[in-house]
């Protein structure tokens, strides 16, 4: 892959005054073959692995920043998917101790987060799965990197919905265990889980990778705000061009960065993600770059086929730039981690029906936003299981990270903190679904499933 000399300008160019960074590096590792009868063993074999692979991506992360002078925010390790490692050692206090080994050698090794505490359950749950949830809210209020996820439900084997019914209760305990209910941030439930994503909190190394990888996570959107500026008269198909061949740019000088950080570690490159993820920080709002478009603030209407448009562009340009794009690529938009967004729920413009039909062409889902503490368990279920039924009919990846804050009630805000940004607490439909819910049972997959 040539890098021409007007492309190192363009790219310098979006470092220094359009928030371009790599936001993350991810490397996936397996832990099938760290398994041992013994578990003392077993946590050592796994704190080894992890922290060996992972100071050396530190070390390497840091002197390609210093080489090209692009950011890499996050250094991060995902894992093979804990529930199915741990089938031999099924007790709760071992579940929480092998979270703290991996919480200790990522905190050794200067690890932003270790994710793939988590497992995969859209058929059925084993006995190591239902352990899994039930210790989850001692998990994520005890650790500090340790982010889990489970994946409950594809368009292959539609949704569990008896895994769903587990979630409210477990992240209303998660939420009274953690300060300012912190610990659901680091909890993803997803449908169509991709195996490679590299972003947090839902990052795995999948059963069908190889015994590791490298994944980058790139952003820009600071950079797709400032062409879009440039073009505010023209219409939709030039609008999607002009982003398309930013972000194609945006995705070679990712893909640079990643292939040399993976042969400085000796190990396979594995894909790309060209998602535009937000931070709070001033440039890098993903609503912004929608707002550009000529919506006024995101959540009115027209906001849908905004996001639809911009989604569009980014996986055609960051197609055309790698072969090896993958992830989840496309657009986040989270509440609290997006400055516009939080801006948008305060002013009364971006409500939760409306952020989730926005999902319905986005790239996650709903993401990192607050509802009230008292929010029923069924209620919180019927969230997820809404959000994650438009991924498996559409056939895409969606998620929900949902926050339910004790003591906090509509209109209220609570503060997380650094990439975790602010999040305004949304109202909640006051009727409720618990009869529909209490049946249980899996969703049959859609006709769309069945293409052999």
Request: glycine letters at 10%; one cysteine or more; charged letters at 20%.
């Amino acid at each position: 892959m040539t890098i021409t000399l007007e492309e190192v300008y363009e790219t310098a160019s979006m470092i220094l005054y359009q928030n371009l960074d790599i936001r993350t590096t991810t490397l996936g590792v397996n832990l099938k073959d760290c398994i041992d009868s013994d578990f003392e063993k077993f946590k050592q074999n796994v704190y080894h692995r992890i922290y060996s692979f992972a100071k050396n991506l530190v070390a390497e992360a840091e002197k390609l920043e210093l080489k090209y002078g692009i950011p890499i925010v996050n250094k991060r390790i995902s894992i093979t998917p804990i529930s199915l490692v741990m089938e031999s050692h099924c007790a709760e206090d071992k579940f929480l101790g092998m979270a703290r080994t991996l919480d200790s050698a990522a905190r050794d090794a200067g690890i932003d987060f270790i994710g793939g505490f988590g497992a995969l359950v859209q058929k059925g749950l084993t006995k190591s799965d239902r352990m899994l949830i039930e210790v989850l809210p001692d998990v994520l209020s005890q650790t500090e990197r340790v982010c889990s996820f489970l994946n409950v439900g594809s368009t292959v084997a539609g949704l569990n919905l008896d895994a769903v019914n587990l979630l409210g209760r477990m992240l209303k305990l998660t939420a009274e265990k953690s300060e300012n209910a912190i610990g659901c941030a680091k909890f993803v439930v997803f449908a169509n889980a991709p195996e490679d994503n590299p972003f947090m909190a839902g990052a795995f190394h999948g059963v069908g990778e190889g015994d590791v990888a490298l994944n980058i996570g790139i952003s820009g959107p600071g950079v797709v705000k400032s062409v879009v500026e440039k073009n505010l008269e023209c219409d939709l198909t030039k609008l999607s061009e002009v982003i398309k061949r930013t972000v194609f740019k945006i995705t070679r000088a990712g893909e640079l960065v990643g292939r040399e950080l993976a042969a400085a570690l000796n190990i396979p490159f594995g894909i790309v993600d060209i998602s535009l993820a937000s931070t709070t920080a001033a440039g890098d709002s993903v609503a912004n770059v929608l707002e550009a478009f000529g919506i006024e603030k995101i959540g009115a209407h027209g906001s849908t086929l905004a996001v639809a448009l911009l989604m569009n562009a980014v996986k055609k340009g960051g197609a055309m730039a790698s072969g090896n794009v993958g992830g989840l690529s496309g657009t986040f938009i989270p509440v609290s981690e997006d400055s516009g967004m939080i801006d948008a729920v305060q002013q009364g413009a971006l409500s939760l029906d409306k952020l989730e039909a926005l999902t319905a062409v986005c790239s996650v889902g709903l993401d990192m936003f607050a509802i009230p503490g008292d929010a029923p368990e069924e209620t919180i279920n019927a969230i997820i299981a809404d959000e994650l039924v438009i991924g498996i009919v559409n056939n895409k990846t969606t998620g929900v990270r949902v926050i339910p804050v004790p003591g906090k009630k509509a209109g209220d805000q609570v503060e997380f903190g650094g990439l975790l940004g602010t999040a305004p607490v949304m109202a909640i439909n006051p009727f409720s679904s618990k009869d529909f819910l209490k049946r249980g049972g899996r969703l049959p997959a859609p006709v769309t499933s069945m293409r052999n």
